[in-house]
């Protein structure tokens, strides 16, 4: 099995407003078509693991594998192509650019990434919307929608660079039961049909459960 | 480049969402360059009239013989009062004669220096005007009309008459308004003249001009050099001034020191003759040009604030560019290129309000007594105020936009993405 993204002996610290070691020799890795959920209690440090998983969070020790590829220490350029290729985020607070439509919020990374023409990524972008059912929100603007629509546009999103892994900060934190059932479901659903890999950060007990794989955090350590 | 095309587009949405900023913004600039063309092209203008006023009517360098007494008296010549300390009362000014000595071949020398534009020569002299018994007193200037005109715009103080009609006309006159209105004279009256010696002329009169100084309006006549030397008895030879005009006026007084030196003769150049009126032109120039300044630094400031509170308010849609693959030189870019789009649409817009409000002031009536020939208020049209309009309105845009777009760049995501 492939892995596709692996942590080796990452340390971080918060220098302020004191000296703080937030995590502890983080070593794990996760493979293709997983869908591992990381949970603990707050402060544990699960969200700052996620953000350096990510490359946005570069003051760290330790190495980071993308692909099998080294991730560390790349240039900052260098690492906002593998955030726009390689990486699809979601977060808690949906975080759409508001005066934008549904459909243009979904095809902007892939405009970034501008290996295909604007024609092609509006066809794929049209494409993940009716996957996720919201194809007909398309040419709203993206703060006149709900919560929960706007959660499935942010996954769209996340989807429309084929990235090798979603990673999720809370995804449903926000929602309620129905809309984070619905979220479960469609992650769930990636997984299985597309074999995307995803890595979700939760406090939600029943969605965890339900996943591939449990990373358990305390105190800045993976309890084992 | 799709990326320019993205990014632009990411411009434009927010700059046409936040239609009411952008146009503040925009409106800004616009009343900064457009105050800036206006008032640099009125001022300029009305500097340059001044100029002309002044300047072009005037010799770059006046030469001529004056009257004065000899720097070095007798005493000082003989030697046995080499060591003693001499007093001499009552110095007379040396017997010298009016006229410029050898004036023609000085005349051509100054004529064929390449930096001299053209050197004519004058020929003053006091007259008396005879209207029935009344003799009025006057002076009457001998010149080369058509010479006067090409080089010190002699023909914008004629009302009456053109510089040609003199030169055809060997009786002819031309005489100050004032002393016509005195006379009560009209153009083709005869007007008699005499001399001091007692000699009395007619001569026929071609027009009329006004300085817009009364004092020389009053009192001053022109007719053709010829014409004057005859009434003076005096030959072809007589010249009692030679203005000068040169191709740059900056070498008028190292000129005027090269000629006194070399002919023994008094040379004024024009800075040393008109050095209160300079300071006056620089004094407006300078309130001109930092009134401009302070314009277009205020719309500058007003630039950078919107951009800053702008880029406040996009936090969010910052950290989901750069979550989302955008980096931080996209961003910087995203914000530059909405700052130089209010820097061009405000520019030109202020040009173009600039260019109109000119023209109206351009158009406004403005008759003075001084200045026969303006008959609307000056205004200075020159390119280089359009260029340097909108080159500032770019750099300002710029400067005020670089500072708050080089924040966003280098913003971290995950500070305002854990911050909610």
């Not at chain 1, 402060?43 to 953000?51: D, E, I, V």
């Not at chain 2, 457009?34 to 203008?45: K, R």
């Not at chain 2, 001091?196 to 817009?212: A, R, T």
């Not at chain 2, 630039?303 to 961003?331: H, P, Q, W």
């Amino acid at each position: 099995m492939k892995t596709v993204l692996e942590a080796k002996h990452i340390d971080k610290y918060f220098k302020k407003p004191v000296l703080f070691h937030v995590l502890k020799d983080i070593t794990f890795g996760i493979d293709q078509g997983e869908f591992v959920s990381v949970m603990g209690k707050s402060g544990c440090g699960k969200s700052t693991l996620l953000y350096i998983l990510s490359t946005m969070d570069t003051d760290y020790e330790g190495e980071l594998y993308l692909n099998e590829a080294l991730v560390t220490g790349q240039p900052d350029d260098k690492l906002s192509y593998i955030r726009n290729k390689h990486i699809g985020f979601v977060f808690q607070f949906h975080y759409l650019l508001s005066e934008f439509t549904v459909l243009e919020n979904v095809m902007l990374p892939a405009k970034k990434l501008g290996e295909k023409t604007f024609e092609e990524i509006e066809h794929d972008a049209m494409n993940k919307l009716k996957i996720l059912e919201i194809d007909k929100l398309a040419r709203k603007r993206a703060s006149r929608i709900s919560g929960g629509e706007k959660q499935r546009v942010a996954i769209a999103r996340a989807l429309i660079n084929s990235p090798s892994i979603i990673m999720g900060d809370e995804p449903t934190g926000n929602l309620d039961s129905y809309n984070s059932d619905n979220v479960f479901n469609i992650f769930k659903q990636l997984c299985m049909e597309e074999g995307l890999t995803l890595l979700v950060v939760t406090h939600d007990m029943d969605f965890a459960e339900r996943t591939d794989r449990i990373i358990n955090m305390s105190d800045g350590r993976i309890l084992q | 480049m799709i990326s320019w095309k993205v990014i632009l587009n990411i411009a434009k949405t927010h700059l046409l969402t936040k239609f009411k900023q952008t146009a503040t913004a925009t409106l800004g600039v616009t009343f900064g360059i457009g105050a800036y063309i206006t008032l640099v092209c009125f001022m300029t203008g009305l500097n340059k009239m001044l100029d002309d006023l002044i300047l072009d009517q005037t010799p770059h360098i006046h030469i001529y013989s004056e009257i004065e007494p000899s720097k070095q008296q007798p005493v000082d010549l003989y030697d046995e009062f080499n060591n003693t300390f001499n007093v001499v009362h009552s110095i007379k000014p040396k017997q010298i004669q009016r006229k410029i000595h050898n004036a023609l071949p000085i005349l051509n020398y100054l004529n064929e220096k390449d930096n001299v534009r053209g050197a004519i020569p004058q020929l003053n002299t006091q007259i008396f005007y005879i209207a029935g018994t009344i003799e009025l007193g006057g002076n009457l200037t001998g010149i080369n009309p058509i010479e006067e005109s090409r080089l010190f715009n002699f023909q914008n103080y004629i009302i009456e008459g053109t510089p040609q009609d003199l030169y055809r006309n060997d009786n002819g006159i031309l005489l100050g308004r004032g002393l016509a209105q005195n006379m009560s004279l009209k153009v083709g009256d005869r007007v008699q003249i005499s001399t001091i010696e007692g000699n009395i002329f007619p001569l026929k009169i071609v027009g009329f001009f006004q300085s817009g100084i009364a004092d020389i309006d009053n009192i001053q006549s022109f007719a053709n050099l010829k014409t004057v030397q005859r009434i003076m008895g005096e030959p072809e030879t007589y010249v009692t001034d030679i203005n000068v005009k040169l191709h740059d006026m900056s070498e008028a007084f190292n000129m005027s020191k090269q000629v006194e030196k070399q002919f023994g003769l008094k040379a004024v150049d024009v800075e040393t003759a008109n050095a209160q009126f300079q300071t006056g032109t620089t004094i407006r120039n300078m309130i001109t040009y930092s009134v401009s300044i302070t314009l277009l630094i205020v719309a500058g400031f007003g630039i950078y604030n919107i951009l800053n509170m702008l880029i406040y308010e996009k936090m969010n849609d910052i950290a989901i560019l750069k979550a989302t693959g955008f980096s931080g030189r996209d961003v910087q870019r995203i914000f530059m290129s909405q700052a130089l789009i209010i820097g061009v649409v405000g520019g030109i817009l202020g040009l173009l309000i600039g260019l109109s409000l000119a023209n109206l002031i351009n158009n406004l009536p403005f008759e003075t007594e001084a200045l026969p020939t303006v008959k609307t208020f000056p205004v200075n049209f020159n390119p280089w105020f359009f260029i340097i309009g909108i080159t500032f309105a770019l750099i300002s845009t710029f400067v005020a936009g670089y500072l708050p777009s080089r924040r966003a760049k280098r913003m971290d995501p995950v500070k305002i993405i854990r911050g909610q």
